[in-house]
């Protein structure tokens, strides 16, 4: 606390996990910086804690250890820890792993404003073609429903039908998007897929199944790739719908 305080930091402290908590419940700080080893709660059980939340999830956590095992380091890391220093640590150690995360969360709150002024730019367009289909029809079969016949009816409500479809798929885009450009991330931990023709086959055949898939012609190495199933699903689809 004193180093950084010298150093024009504002430094909130807290004796143990537990009392952490509590202040994170009045004031979210840029950074977190914690022991292992804390009595009440320790600090893989206030990492795991303040990455379930929603509102403090995104704070970067510096863990101070006196373990040198790699399995209690990479530990930290998996439950959410950006960084550790090992104890008895120098002070510009600590202060350079301070001002690296710092700097880093500037550069995440930036793309993450880009983020939403990029969204706010392209969701009115995206979105403004197939709502105009939707009220233009459901106008349509207002103002004139008693001079429609059934099959009109009928084709009136496809046609809305599909552009609510429409609709959805833009949606579910741009959160597919900005989940990527924050994470910036196609590569889950311990996540490894095998394809090879057969399977991107399946694949496309299932998430095509009502449109023809005849002409799509796959010829796929057969590898082992670091990737989630949901995320080459979108990749396979994406590729061939804009075909």
Known sequence: SELLEAEGYNVETANNGAEALQKLNNYLPDLVISDIMMPIIDGYELVKRIQESQITSSIPIILLTARVESRDLRKG??????????????????LEAVETRLNKQQVYNKKFEDLKKHVATYIPHELRTPLVSILGF??????????????EIKEMAEKVRNSGLRLYERIEK??????LELRKSLSPENNVLEIDNEYIEEQLHARFKNRDTSRIDVKIKKAKINISEEYLVRILYELVDNS
Request: proline share 3%.
């Open 77 to 94: 890391m998996q439950i959410g820890a950006d960084d550790y220093l090992t104890k008895p640590f120098k002070a510009q150690d600590l």
């Open 138 to 151: 459901a106008d349509l079969l207002i103002s004139n429903l008693d001079d429609l016949t059934k099959n």
């Open 174 to 179: 741009f959160l597919y998007y900005t989940d």
